[in-house]
């Protein structure tokens, strides 16, 4: 298959992934396990139970987690939307949860980890606290919509609708609006927004539902070296917004390796380990993104922003799975709708037994085990997390 003809496949292929992105579990119970996550010790450190021990776990670094993002972090904002990118159905969901939370995932996400981490509960999805009427937890809240882009029209075509990052960040400034009255004055709102965490996970899409389309506009002004600059100068115009809202701790995943997913890798059968050319693209933003956020943190005082490098983190357990625990790292674990590996659950099949060893639940997104592998690895790891590690960005 030549390049170009590679390149169209992938763009046909790609918007798969928004259609139903699900995300991983863990079913043990809290266990004590050692508070040092990186280097050489991650190597004897079981990578399917619950973050840390005990004494890290009675610690209460940040009062909030803010959650913004696509369908990796999505907490169930999709169920209130009309998409069909859902993951509302079994067996998504299944070996935590025990039923489907609309989490792209068979359990809980790297945003849920970090949350239990701090003590805090699972910020809860925006979308469905309005809907039903609930209160705004002071603990934070995931605005989160799956097949979402940076660019405000990405998700946004034949298979529905999503709560894009626009709708994201004008939503959280209406929860601002709710929240400050919960505290004394302005000083003391300001200062517990300022110890808050802000996740974003975005920019998958972008490239799935944007500028790898055959049809898209962006092609005709954009190139693969130049796109991934209007996309980080895009987002660091919202993460200046969450700034001016009171956000002052952003910790920010750059884009996975999409080139390694099995629906890529069941459609185009490459002889390495990832299809290289779509790492290749979302390469180049990711080595963009550190310089956009470093000048941001230099414009805005008190401001901190950490690159999360989920990329890496693939590329590390394709290399070294059993470092890792992980034995599968090419297939998908739930039995999904074209049984051919390029498409999602299928809907009330049970997923594999082994899902606590795997890399991939479905075709599209990584398992539970995963996402815990991230925040742990960020936690102490400047390979994973930089320029500060979790743990830091927690405790400024």
Known sequence: MSSSSSLLAVSVLLPLL??????????????????????????????????????NLSNHWIPALFVFGDSLVDSG???????????????????????????????????????????LPFPPPYLGLVKEGKQIPKTGVNFASGSCGILPDIGMGSAGKCLNLDAQVESFEKVTKVLRKEFKDEAEFSQYLSKAVFFVSMGNND??????????????????????????QQLALKLKQLYNMGGRKFLVNNIGAIGCIPSVLNSFKPQTPCFDIANGMVSIYNAVLPGVLTKLQAELPGSKFVVSNIFKLFLDI??????FQISDTRNNCCVDMLGNGTSPCKMMEPACKDVKTRLFFDAFHPTQSVHYLLVRRCFVDPSICSPLNLSQLMRA
């Open 77 to 119: 904002n999709n169920n209130f939307i009309d998409t069909m990118a859902k993951a509302n159905y079994p067996p998504y969901g299944s070996t935590f949860f025990h039923n489907a939370t609309g989490r792209f995932t068979d359990g809980r996400t790297a945003a849920d980890f970090i949350a239990q981490l701090n003590g």
């Open 18 to 55: 928004l259609i139903n992105p699900p995300q991983a579990t863990t079913e043990e119970t809290p266990q004590n396990t050692s508070s040092k996550t990186g280097g050489a010790l991650l190597r004897s450190l079981p990578p399917n139970v619950d973050l840390f021990d005990k004494s």
């Open 318 to 323: 394709k290399a070294m799975p059993a470092a």
């Open 207 to 232: 490239y799935a539902l944007g500028f790898m389309q055959p049809e898209s506009p962006l092609k005709n002004k954009f190139t693969p070296e130049t796109f991934p600059a209007l996309l980080a």
